[in-house]
């Protein structure tokens, strides 16, 4: 399980999460979703260890990741896939998956998970020698995927990969989550598609304001409730 328990984080001197708890258990994903400005991508990069935590905690089978760096993060086999992709526009879409790999341990897996990652996304594996900077956005988010991929993680926390992609891109995404649920990776998911990620989800929490407003299995999810949360006015 990881869990984040009370915690307050953000950037300097403004504060943004306000004492969050929340569990992700393993083999399950977790959907989190919220409007523009929840705290959801400050969360995430909390839990990596990228921004400091103020209080609270943050734990992966009971052992606390809070103060470590990223690097014992991947070590940890936790990956991030960042919101914006993030892909390294000057280098060819092969060289931006090497560069997944890159803690020392994975190397000499590089190239059977190349090779997983291509069968994953065949794609990928046809551009392979293309620019990352030329890819069009559905492409450039199945790249930023498999390379989170190419460290062969056990937890993955994703954030929006579905903004700005065609619905048919989306679907093949979220197929390829589901797929990876299903050998066993541990999925956060942050989504502000709240209909795909209550499909694809176990839970979900709502968070709003740097809080957690709601935390329910998503097929007991009341829509109307849900809505009505997430739109609500500040009060
Ligand atoms: N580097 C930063 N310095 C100061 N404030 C920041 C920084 N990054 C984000 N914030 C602020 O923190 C708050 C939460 O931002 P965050 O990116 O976590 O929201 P989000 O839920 O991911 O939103 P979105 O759905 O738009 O991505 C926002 O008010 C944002 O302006
Ligand atoms: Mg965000």
Same mark, same amino acid.
């Given at each position: 399980m990881l869990s984040v328990t009370d915690l307050r984080a953000g950037y300097g001197a403004i504060n943004i999460l306000w004492d969050v708890s929340l569990r992700f258990p393993l083999g399950q994903l977790t959907a989190i979703i919220g409007p523009n400005g929840a705290g959801k991508t400050t969360l995430l990069r909390a839990i990596m260890g990228l921004i400091p935590v103020t209080l609270g905690d943050v734990t992966l089978d009971s052992y %606390? @990741? &809070?103060?470590?760096?990223t690097w014992d993060m991947a070590g940890m086999g936790l990956a991030l896939i960042p919101e914006g992709r993030m892909?390294?526009?000057?280098?060819s879409v092969e060289d931006n998956l090497a560069m997944g790999a890159f #803690?020392? #341990?994975h190397r000499p897996a590089l190239a059977r998970n190349l090779e997983r990652v291509f069968g994953l996304f065949p794609r990928l594996h046809e551009r &392979?020698?293309? @620019?990352?900077? %030329? *890819?069009s956005g559905g492409e450039a988010q199945m790249l930023a995927l498999g390379r989170g991929l190419m460290s062969e993680p056990r937890l993955l926390l994703i954030d929006e #990969? %579905? @903004?700005? *992609?065609?619905p048919v891109i989306v679907h093949e995404i979220f197929a390829i989550l589901r797929g990876l649920k299903e050998q066993g990776v541990t999925i956060v998911l942050v989504e502000q598609n709240t209909h795909m990620a209550l499909a694809v989800a176990d839970s979900v929490y709502l968070m709003r304001s740097g809080r957690v407003l709601l935390n329910e299995r998503a097929a007991a999810v009341d829509s109307q409730r849900l809505h009505d949360l997430y739109f609500a006015r500040e009060g």
């Open positions: %606390s @990741l &809070r103060g470590r760096n892909v390294f526009a000057d280098m #803690p020392k #341990p &392979r020698r293309q @620019l990352a900077g %030329s *890819l #990969p %579905s @903004l700005g *992609l065609a």
